[in-house]
Structures are given as structure tokens and as C-alpha cells.
């Protein structure tokens, strides 16, 4: 049995993590300024500290007398950096050194590990498919930018500072409990709910554009296997399928399983949109023994079935 915290742990990603960490008997606390995540995505009884991941004193308190921590508090949507540049960053890449720093001393016996997400968005106009972790990181937004300064930082947490860490560049990830209502949400969550609730669902540009998804359940097992053998050399992992699945195809898929008819429009591109992302998983499943094998219709009842 081993403490951990969680930031970002009332988000969608982090609530699977915690639900994962309760069942293997741990004990966790979050820290979420519960902008995105809410409090209902957590069972009764794991303490939540009300806070922002990019102020040093709440970080430091939170991480006290822990054994390893999750950093998953961001804001996670490419359009929301472009929006507010200057305030995601803060977030983004200030509240991800603040983790760093309070690891060095967050535990008597030294410092101790962080588990931190990062994003396929560092490759961004890289054309190299499938990506692997060596390829060019050149990242379009604002995002993709702070989440590659996450992993540069790891590296000086590691060299500098003895703090053990492991980045995931997670790709597009689904699953029950991504908020279908926020235009901020992913991809999926946003079809299936309006093509649930019967409304039309909007494609950004022609929906050629493809995307590899991974289900939720598959991802969070690689966080906690990370923690349970950390390494040195800040380590970064890309968690992907290496399937690519179109815009279009993910919507006329999502309007069978539901039984909707499917109404589609287009709207223009999004700024700064990636055309194309497809990871290769090699390292992770080399690494790890596992691979996000969670076929991607499955995936999707499931997250049908929570709306
Ligand atoms: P989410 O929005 O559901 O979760 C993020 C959580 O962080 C929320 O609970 C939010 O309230 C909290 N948060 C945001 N800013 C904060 C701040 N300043 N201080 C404290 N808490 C703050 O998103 P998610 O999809 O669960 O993302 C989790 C992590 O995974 C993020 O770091 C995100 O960048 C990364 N990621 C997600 C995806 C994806 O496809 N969902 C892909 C790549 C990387
Ligand atoms: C996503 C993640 C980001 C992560 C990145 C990894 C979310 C919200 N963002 O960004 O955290 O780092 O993957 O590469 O999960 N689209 C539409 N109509 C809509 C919504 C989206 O056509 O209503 C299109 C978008 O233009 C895009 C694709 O669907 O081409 C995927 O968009 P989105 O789910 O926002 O994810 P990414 O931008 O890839």
C-alpha cells in the first residue's frame, strides 16, 4: 500500500487512474482547481485539496509525506491554449515544475517520483508515420509547445534533482466520464452526446483528418506500472494503437452503434489542427508487456453506455 497524489485527479483521465489505485489498495489525495474536473468523478472519501497546480505552496502541501505522485492537472484542450495563451501556459508548464520542485522534498526519504502526461501534440506537423518517440518534436500550438517544455523540465527533475519521472505522450484518448457537454472535450465525447441526444454533429474541415484513440482503461495501467518501477533518465512513452481512424469514419461508426440517423455538417479547419497523428507503440509495449488492445468499437459502447 503506498500514498500518492493525484493533481488533476477529478478530470476524466485521473478519475480512471484513481478509481485503478483504490482497487489495488493505495491511498491518494488530489489537488484540482476543479475548472474541468468535478468532484463527482471520485468515490466519497478521497480528499480533494481545492487548488491551483501552478501555485508553489499548495503543491508543496499537497505532496507532503506522499510516495509518489500523478500529474495530470492541465488544461487539456489545443483550443482552449490558443484562446488563453498566457494562462494555460501558467497551468501547463508552471504548474508541471511547481510538481517537480515539491517531489525533490515531498518525502523524508528523499525525493519521489512523478508519473506526468504529456501529449502526441509535441510531434505536431511532424509527417513521419507512424511517429515513434525519436522522431522531430515540432509542436503547432501552445499546448503542444508546454507540453514539450513538461518533458525538458523532466529531464533537469531527473539530472538535476534526483526526482525520477515518466512522461506519456498520450494520443487521443475516450472513454466514460469525458465531458460531453464542453466544447473544450474531445472529439468523441462530443459526437456521441450530441449524436445521442439527436443534434448535428459539426466536422471541422473535410474529416479526413485522422486520429489514434485509445480507451481510457488501456492508458491508466501503463501510469501505475510506471510508478511501481520508476527509472532514471526521464523516460518519455508514446501511449497510442498505431490505428489511424478518420473523423468521418469515427462518426458514421458512433451514428450505427447508437441507431441515430447521423447528421453531419462542416465547418471550417480548425487553426493549428494536426491533419494526421498516428503513434508507434514498440517502445511502450516493449517497456511494459501490454498494449492498448481495447478495440476501438468496444471502447466506444462503453462510452455509449455511461452517457
Ligand atoms: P480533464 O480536463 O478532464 O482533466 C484535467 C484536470 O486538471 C481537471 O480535473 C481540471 O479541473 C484540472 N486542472 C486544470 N487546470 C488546473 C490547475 N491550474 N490546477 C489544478 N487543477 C487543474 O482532461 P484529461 O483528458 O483527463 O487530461 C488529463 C491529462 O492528460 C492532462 O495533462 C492532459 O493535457 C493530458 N492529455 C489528455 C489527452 C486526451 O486525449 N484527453 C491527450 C493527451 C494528453
Ligand atoms: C487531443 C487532446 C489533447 C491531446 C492531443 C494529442 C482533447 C480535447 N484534446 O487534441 O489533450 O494532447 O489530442 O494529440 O482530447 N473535431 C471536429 N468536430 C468537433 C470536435 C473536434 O471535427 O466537434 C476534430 C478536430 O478538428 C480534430 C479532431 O476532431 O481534427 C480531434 O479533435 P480533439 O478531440 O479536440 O483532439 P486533438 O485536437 O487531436
Redesign the pocket.
Known amino acids: 500500500m503506498a500514498r500518492y497524489l493525484v493533481?488533476?485527479?477529478?478530470?476524466?483521465?485521473?478519475?480512471?487512474l484513481i478509481e485503478r489505485l483504490l482497487a489495488g489498495g493505495h491511498e491518494v489525495r488530489v489537488?484540482?482547481?476543479?475548472?474541468?474536473?468535478?468532484r463527482e468523478?471520485l468515490p466519497d472519501g478521497v480528499p480533494v485539496t481545492?487548488?491551483?497546480?501552478?501555485?508553489a505552496e499548495?503543491v508543496r502541501s499537497a505532496i507532503a509525506g506522499v510516495d509518489g505522485c500523478f500529474?495530470?492537472?492541465?488544461?487539456?484542450?489545443v483550443d482552449r491554449s490558443r484562446e488563453a495563451w498566457l494562462e494555460?501556459h501558467?497551468?501547463?508548464l508552471s504548474?508541471t515544475i511547481a510538481v517537480f520542485d515539491a517531489a525533490r522534498r515531498a518525502n523524508p526519504a528523499g525525493p519521489v517520483p512523478v508519473v506526468?502526461?504529456?501529449?502526441?501534440?509535441v510531434y505536431g506537423d511532424n509527417p513521419n508515420m507512424p511517429l515513434t518517440e525519436d522522431a522531430a518534436t515540432r509542436p503547432l500550438s501552445a499546448?503542444g509547445a508546454d507540453?514539450l517544455g513538461c518533458e525538458l523540465h523532466a529531464r533537469v527533475a531527473d539530472g538535476v534533482h534526483g526526482v525520477p519521472t515518466a512522461g506519456?505522450?498520450?494520443?487521443?484518448?475516450?472513454g466514460p466520464?469525458?465531458?460531453p457537454k464542453?466544447p473544450?472535450?474531445?472529439v468523441i465525447s462530443i459526437f456521441a452526446g450530441r449524436i445521442a441526444r439527436g443534434e448535428p454533429i459539426t466536422i471541422n474541415g473535410d474529416g479526413e483528418q485522422v486520429r489514434d484513440f485509445?480507451f481510457?482503461k488501456d492508458l491508466v495501467r501503463y501510469l501505475t506500472a510506471a510508478m511501481d518501477r520508476p527509472q532514471s533518465g526521464a523516460p518519455v512513452y508514446n501511449?497510442c494503437t498505431g490505428r489511424p481512424t478518420s473523423v468521418n469514419r469515427l462518426a458514421e461508426v458512433l451514428a450505427e452503434l447508437s441507431g441515430r440517423p447521423l447528421d453531419r455538417r462542416h465547418g471550417p479547419a480548425r487553426p493549428g489542427d494536426i491533419r494526421v497523428s498516428i503513434g508507434d507503440p514498440s517502445r511502450l509495449v516493449a517497456a511494459f508487456g501490454m498494449s492498448c488492445d481495447t478495440p476501438l468499437e468496444d471502447g466506444l459502447r462503453q462510452t455509449l453506455a455511461w452517457l
Do not use: M, W
Open positions: 493533481t488533476g485527479g477529478c478530470g476524466f483521465i485521473g478519475s480512471h489537488l484540482d482547481d476543479l475548472s474541468t474536473g468535478k468523478n481545492v487548488g491551483d497546480v501552478a501555485d499548495a500529474h495530470l492537472a492541465a488544461v487539456a484542450s494555460t501558467h497551468a501547463n504548474g506526468y502526461a504529456s501529449s502526441a501534440a499546448y507540453k506519456f505522450r498520450f494520443f487521443n484518448v475516450y466520464r469525458q465531458d464542453s473544450y472535450s474531445g485509445i481510457v501511449v
